[in-house]
């Protein structure tokens, strides 16, 4: 006749009651678990669809880039000058849009377009220079952006400041004052409302420009 010692019986009790408790214990979260994973895997392509269309924005805004409007280089914001007293750096400066003079002659207008819901876009165009710019032809930056990932301002697209690091909201003339020597670029790139838990994508982006005055 075999015996089993009260200790192998308890030991073996111990151990029952561990497997029941992990079996529990992946029961309730096997299913967050996939759902998570399911979610990430949603997450991830716009995720990076959200960082390149912001990166390229930016660059595309302060450093320029090949324009199909022209066929060559555009130049950016950190390309502006003064060329002489008449011909200001800025010769628009708004919340959501700038017009400005680079270095070698270009005049460029770069606004946020709201106009359709959801495909919230920023435009560049090559028009002549005007307090009421006429918009012809003009390209979204970057070319892919387009109905995929949606660019809103923080507050203003925006900011200006003079010499003295003064912020100037409203510019009182047009074209806008001569003191303005600073250019804050604030915006958000997203994909629908930019909800992680909906399977959505946002980054804030921030940058600044000097405005050169020979």
Known sequence: MRHHSLGSAA?????????????????????????????????????????????????????????HLSGQTVRGLRFTVRRSATEPALWLAEASRI???????????????????????VKRSLPAPSCTPTIGAEEVLPYHAQGTVRILPTIRLFRYYNQSGVEVNDPPTCPPPTTIRRVDIAFSAQTG???????????DIASAVAIRVP
């Open 11 to 67: 030991v073996t009790l111990v151990e029952l009651v561990i497997v029941m408790v992990v079996s529990g214990i992946l029961f309730v979260a096997t299913p967050i678990l996939v759902f998570h994973g399911v979610k990430t895997l949603v997450f991830l392509p716009k995720a990076l669809a959200v960082n390149q269309v912001a990166t390229e924005v930016l660059h595309q805004v302060v450093e320029g880039g090949v324009s």
């Open 193 to 203: 409302n930019g909800n992680f838990d909906q399977g959505e994508a946002g980054e």
């Open 99 to 121: 017009g400005f003079r680079t270095s070698d002659g270009q005049t460029v207008l770069v606004r946020l377009d709201s106009s359709v819901v959801n495909q919230e876009a």
